[in-house]
């Protein structure tokens, strides 16, 4: 166990530019501009223009108790969406860290000195994908939160002073301490869905000599297009069909897009998702994505991911570097 | 069998597990290319040992089949483990510096010794960092802002901390300047040596572990070409320095090696060839002097790259 926390420390020595600075800098600059935003609102209007429902309100006491209401319980549930692009960082970091992960070691045979230390393989590929499927996913959702936050008690700030004073009943409602629980609580069915993923790009990061990056994307893509084009052919002579779009879901998908938080909308009925008008429902949406993992398809990949994890293990075990 | 074992009388405590390392059959085959060819010896606990061969000798393949880094035929056993099968727990036990090892470049010093500190159970942390005092690393220099000799010094610093029952060094020097290469191989010798431990080096420099060596291994294209202790070297192999008129009749004794210096001839007897060879009879042919390992591995060598 403490072999696995120096280990984990070690991904993180190496990585911290792309698990630690890089969300800071998508943070600072949602800060800035969202933030700066408010503050210039703030700066250059005189008085407080408050759309609500197409009619130009002035005075703080036109504005309706419903709408104040709302707005307070729209900023409490969802302020952590403002955080959205941190999300869209993460995936494109863990892909990329997934595929150097055991590709790196051997290409500059540093591998040889942690192989010379008491650490097995098993240890150090499960830390790799420890940090790939919840550290990183962790410091971005504390990041996320973090900057949230912020941008929630400027935003507060700057209403207040317009004369909309949402503090008191943001911090009353509930949803506000919530929000952080909810977010937290998709991190066991992000793992879940991105095991395939990161199974996938280990292994090609300890089998691949080089070029990670077109072996991880190239074979599936070009599978799918083989297949396609067979598919094609096979469908003109004889009528009979493959299921292309099948494989192209179901491996294909899950084998790159894994680690893209939410992938598993995809899967959930669209018009529930279309009815969030108060804010986002966090217990609904919680409920609607793991509704996901009744599907069976879900956890074959997942298993997949493990076997090939394992694999993994059992290629950088043998791997002779030079 | 090639037995380094036994071959002197042990002066010292002999520990109870005889055989630190020991081969039989040993075969490694790269295709066709076979870089072991079924090698037999045996290591015994508490010696230091220079495993000695050209350029793709198989020293290197050798060493990697010890440390369960590659897949290998023939039985070949380390501290009584099988490097194939119980390689997590041979590295308890185990280290080594491999010739091709880099330091990851992003590593820090210090963060270097917290790490091997962290994971390895018989690190000294205090000894690390005394060598490290004793170069000009930095606890915050990366190994990236290092030069290649003070990336070996931290390598070793590090390494020399581990109090390992084998330790394995292959062309553990490489990149370092001559003093701290001596000093590196002093404290090889006083600090970190023992009667427990076990230290298998190569080297192309073997005029500079000479000295600390107690048995020789020189290999050549996967085979053993001579395996004995340094003390056994030193009665089997005798260098004359004869003077010209003596040359014909030195040379009809069947030299291993013979070259010209201030103009005698120097040559390399084996005392145990084929016919045998007495030293009285060396003695009458001029000045007798024991070989320095080089000039036996040159001897012994002869061809290789032919």
New interface residues.
Partial sequence: M??M???I??EL??HKGAFVYAPLAVAAALVLLLGGGFLYALATTGAFHFQANGQQVITIEGVPPEMYARAAAIAASSYLAITAPLFLVLPVVVFFYCLAALHD?RR???I??W??????DQETVLSKAAVALVVAPLLTVAIGIATSLVLLVLGLLASAVKGVNLIAPVLANANFYLSPLYLLSFLPLYIVWALPTVGWLLLVSSWARSKVFLWAVGVPVIALALLAWFDFLVGRFSGLSLNVKWFGEEVVARMLGGLMPGIWFGEVNGRALAEQNAGLDGPMLIGLSYGTLASPAVWIAAAAGCAMIYGAIRLR??R??? | MNTVQDAVPNTTLKPASSAVLSARGLTKRYGKQVAVDGIDFEIPAGRIVGLIGPNGSGKTTTLKAALGLIPFEGELSVLGLDPRTQRDALMKDVCFIADVTILPRWLRVKDAVDFVEGVHPRFDRSKAERYIANTRLKPGMKVKEMSKGMVVQLHLALVMAIDARLLVLDEPTLGLDILYRKQFYQHLLEDYFDEQKTIVITTHQVEEIEHILTDLLFIRDGKIALAASMEEIGQRYVEVMVPNEKAAAARALQPLDQRAMFGKSVMLFDTQRAGGLSRSQLEALGEVRHPSVADLFVATMKGSYA
């Fill in positions: 403490n072999t926390k120096w280990l420390r070690r020595w190496e070691e500059d045979r540093s040889l000195f192989k010379s230390l008491p650490m097995s075990r043998w002779d570097e030079g």
